[in-house]
């Protein structure tokens, strides 16, 4: 009778393959977690938060676990349906990741792009805030060099039909010698007639308002009985002195009247040296 046989093999013990392969499973499983977390904090945070590094320090653990415990189920075929039904899962998830990873990495590229995009947006700016600027100068020679090439092509034409005309000034334009209005000698006229009227008026209103005596003759008339005598008017040097002050008087003032009003028609009415002209045009010497 031959003598048994003695080792491990997993074919001859399905029970211990399949704790292994749940045991995998759930490495595998851990394993996913912590990278799908580490994937979150990276997001998030940098590589040196804590919480990041201690993450990253699980998922090296689960994979030397994972390691070794692929050692031990090493040459084995899974037959287990939970563990194939797992594993496909796994392939699954993997897949998954490695997409989540890519759109990632192209999440980052946009997020770098815009980020570049608005660093730049003021030199954008200034760049077009120049470029309005010199359309503008641009503009504005435009205009002027058009505004010339009218003027040139209107000055052609007017050349053009004149056919070499010329003008020739027969006589010379004279100064007025009198402006066209306001008429202020009739207003001086005027002026001086409604002046006159109004003192003459105004002396004939006071005269015959007057019920004073001046004359001996008055209080005759005016009164029944006879007067019996009359004071004459006593003449002092006092009132000589006045009378001669009061002469001096009227006529410094009609000196400067005179003088004024050839100051005043020699600016308001007319030029002196005009007026002599007309003169001297009107009498021959």
Known sequence: MPAPRIGTNHAAHPDLADIKGQEVARHQAREQELRARLVELQMRYSDEYPDVAKTKVAIRDMESRLKESGRLVQGTQ??????????????????????????????????????????AAPRVEEGYRALVAERNNLQAKYDELTRKSMDAKVAHGLEKEQLGERFTIVEAARLPEKPASPNI????????????????????LKESSDTAVHSLEQLT??????????????VTPKDITRRNMMRGTAVGTLIAAVVLGVVFFHFYVMDL?????????????
């Open 78 to 119: 899974p037959d287990n349906p939970a563990y194939i039904t797992l594993s496909s899962q796994l392939a699954g998830a993997r897949s998954e990741i490695g997409s989540v990873k890519r759109q990632i990495k192209d999440l980052q590229a946009k997020r770098t792009t815009c980020r570049a995009r608005i660093e």
């Open 185 to 204: 000698p009739a207003i001086l006229l005027i002026g001086l007639v409604l002046g006159l009227g109004g003192g003459v008026g105004y002396a004939a």
């Open 221 to 234: 008339s005016a009164v029944a009985f006879p007067a019996l005598v009359a004071i004459p008017e006593i």
């Open 273 to 285: 040296d005009v007026l002599w002209a007309r003169l001297a045009r009107q009498i021959p010497l």
